[in-house]
């Protein structure tokens, strides 16, 4: 992660409360600093630096004695992921303050429903399965796995990162799915009315032809939504603490 990077992504994280979330926002392109090229000529090797953004502990945590940690490199990778949401744009644009903010939002919402006991857990081999199919729900979501690894490779994510991200994004819609509310089977009937009245990629196709993606996407808004609704919940049981430079 080159220093025009770092700077940026501190900028975008201030302290804040969920009940008045704010992020700042700048470029902080004056402070950012070139490694000079070595003297034999050849190109430099770019090595990831990472720093933490945010700590944060809740009781579904393990509490204040056994805080989280969100990376500015991770963090900033997942505001790609949800800037990649809105339209399936290139992964290496710049994202926003709102992507940012979004993204900090649903990792702190997925750690701590991942963390929550299930009553009736599923069996190892369903579970995986669960896992991988929500994977590929979320992965629907952004358009694609090319968007994904660029977007990680923006950011210098290892494969072993992104994969630790879907499994707690699973985890957590799992949990919503079977102690909260079932949102990963959706009928034909529930998918028939999004097609024709929600904003969605596939307008272009018609239903036969959209309906194993369609389901993935819609599978995916609905976790997230459970996630936001989830955290709107839990706002004064989280300590979020900024750690900015």
Same mark, same amino acid.
């Given at each position: ?101 979004? /993204? %900090?939002?649903?990792?702190? !919402?997925?750690?701590? #429903?991942? $963390? ?8 190892? =081999? &369903? ?76 307008? /272009? %196709?018609?239903?036969?032809? !959209?309906?194993?993606? #369609?389901? $993935? ?8 939504? =459970? &996630? ?18």
């Amino acid at each position: 992660m080159t220093a025009r990077a770092r700077v940026r992504t501190r900028a975008l994280v201030a302290p804040f409360a969920f009940a008045c979330l704010a992020v700042l926002f700048a470029s902080g392109a004056s402070h950012a600093q070139q490694a000079p090229p070595p003297n034999n000529g050849a190109v430099a090797e770019r090595r990831a630096i990472d720093s933490v953004a945010v700590r944060f502990y809740a009781p579904e945590t393990g509490g204040a004695a056994r805080p989280l940690f969100v990376t500015e490199r991770f963090l900033a990778f997942e505001a790609r992921i949800e800037a990649l949401t809105e339209s399936f744009h290139d992964a290496k644009l710049p994202y926003l303050e709102r992507h940012a903010r979004a /993204a %900090l939002e649903h990792h702190v !919402a997925e750690e701590m #429903l991942s $963390r929550l006991p299930l009553e009736h857990a599923p069996p190892p =081999a &369903e579970l995986e399965k669960i896992i991988a199919d929500v994977s590929q729900a979320l992965i629907t979501r952004i358009g694609g796995v090319i968007p994904m690894a660029q977007a990680a490779a923006a950011e210098g994510l290892a494969p072993v990162e992104v994969d630790a991200m879907l499994r707690r994004q699973a985890k957590a819609a799992i949990y919503i799915d079977r102690s909260i509310s079932p949102i990963l089977k959706p009928s034909d009937d529930q998918l028939r009315e999004v097609y024709r009245t929600a904003s969605h990629p596939y307008r /272009a %196709l018609s239903f036969a032809e !959209a309906h194993v993606d #369609l389901e $993935r996407w819609f599978v995916a808004e609905r976790i997230r939504v =459970a &996630e936001s609704a989830y955290l709107q919940t839990a706002r004064t049981r989280v300590r979020i603490i900024a750690l900015s430079r």
